[in-house]
């Protein structure tokens, strides 16, 4: 009998799976073998779905038939009006794609799309593997710990010379691994470049509801005509599992969104249909949404800065965040000379200390950085967010409700402050 072939395609020869979900699947080892892990890897909201949403998708159970590819026309009409009423924006619903999640959107987007993607490092763990599965070249733009990794706005004219050709890039706000954002001016700045050099723009703003101070600012406020604004119901919403993305952009890109919908016809033909008219609520105001969002941002806007304030007073170089729900944190000053990778970093903390958080590698830093970065997620976000009601959210509120966090951030202090 004659066996089959071992023969992968040559991109996959050496690719590993996403290091997030990866950190997971680990975490699941450990904690079978009885071990208690503090699981600061993975990014997954900690906060339930609120209850309204829930309650649509119980009410639409029944809905059973294939969609539109493009997405249930109510769906697609809710997110416009979101971007109309949230961001000032002339966003129409003809311009709306509804994919299974943000990041099935990013792959059809870098799939239509023949450019060499732009990033800058470090940036989220998926951009670049996805380019390589298309045979993209990826262009890496240094950033400075010292501007909080934000992307320059000379940097990016200095790597993409006028003239140079298509590119697309990919700017993140709120931003994973950093939590840091980009303020109006910042944006106009970048906006600039990009509209010089007739550069593509995929505003990834799946954190944009996560703002801490609700102050979320869009790069397609200064350049509409080239930026396409990519979000979903898996961080605000706490909804990740449900996959549901979305991707909206001006009349001149029209034939671009046309082109990912041909992608999508041949793919995933369209998102599930009860998950679709759930979210039609998810996309329309309701003082309950309101309430919902600004008790979970209080709860980050504290957490993240006790948990930056702890790493900062051990030594470590690490920015205050300013919306989602993680921390990029440099322990060089902390450790000294003594040499060590983020990656082997990363195994000590999950091997001594049972931290599972990922290394600065993973998102485009120098593998020899030891920057780990850290998900504030391992708490029942379900009675943090009850809990806020009554306030306030101090320190012994965060000891109270978000204990799993705060003893990971206290075991990496003690660690360090001990030696490492």
């Not at 309204?52 to 539109?68: C, G, N, Q, S, T």
């Not at 919908?261 to 309950?288: F, G, L, N, R």
């Not at 967010?385 to 966090?405: M, N, Q, S, W, Y």
């Amino acid at each position: 009998m004659t066996s089959v072939p071992h023969k992968l395609h040559p991109t996959l020869q050496d690719m590993r799976p996403s290091a997030t979900l990866a950190i997971q699947e680990r975490c699941r080892v450990l904690e079978a073998e009885g071990r208690s892990v503090c699981r600061l890897g993975l990014g997954q909201s900690p906060f339930p779905v609120p209850e309204r949403v829930v309650a649509a998708l119980i009410a639409h159970a029944h809905e059973k038939d294939y969609l539109p590819v493009r997405g249930l026309p109510a769906l697609r009409q809710a997110v416009a009006a979101h971007h109309r009423r949230t961001q000032g924006l002339q966003i129409e619903a003809e311009d709306v794609l509804i994919g299974p999640g943000s990041k099935e959107l990013l792959f059809g987007l870098q799939l239509a799309y023949d450019a060499e993607l732009i990033l800058p490092a470090p940036s989220w763990v998926s951009y670049a593997p996805q380019a390589r599965l298309l045979g993209r070249r990826v262009r890496w733009i240094p950033t400075d710990p010292e501007q909080g990794w934000r992307l320059q706005p000379e940097a990016l004219a200095a790597a993409w010379p006028v003239g140079r050709g298509p590119g697309l890039l990919v700017l993140n706000s709120p931003n994973n691994p950093v939590g840091h954002s980009y303020d109006a001016e910042h944006l106009a700045a970048i906006a600039a470049v990009a509209r010089e050099r007739g550069l593509l723009v995929l505003s990834d703003e799946i954190y944009g509801a996560l703002h801490h101070q609700g102050g979320h600012a869009t790069i397609a406020a200064a350049y509409p005509e080239g930026t396409l604004i990519s979000s979903g119901l898996s961080k605000w919403c706490g909804a990740g599992g449900w996959r549901l993305g979305t991707l909206a952009g001006p009349p001149q890109l029209r034939w671009l969104l046309d082109a990912m919908a041909v992608v999508a016809s041949e793919t995933y033909t369209s998102v599930s249909a009860p998950i679709q008219h759930a979210a039609v609520v998810a996309y329309t105001d309701h003082p309950d949404l309101r309430s919902y969002l600004h008790r979970s941002r209080l709860v980050l806007r504290a957490l993240g800065g006790w948990a930056a304030g702890r790493l900062r007073g051990a030594g470590c170089r690490c920015p205050e965040p300013e919306g989602a729900f993680y921390l990029l944190c440099d322990l060089s000053p902390a450790l000294g000379s003594a040499p060590i990778s983020g990656a082997r970093l990363c195994t000590s903390l999950l091997d001594e200390l049972q931290i599972a958080v990922l290394p600065g590698s993973d998102f485009g830093l120098p593998p020899s950085d030891p920057v780990i970065r850290i998900a504030l997620v391992d708490f029942d976000g379900a009675a943090a967010l009850a809990a806020a009601h009554d306030g306030p959210i101090d320190e012994a509120f965060l000891r109270r409700h978000c204990g799993r966090v705060v003893e990971g951030i206290e075991r990496l202090v003690g660690w360090l402050r001990a030696g490492g």
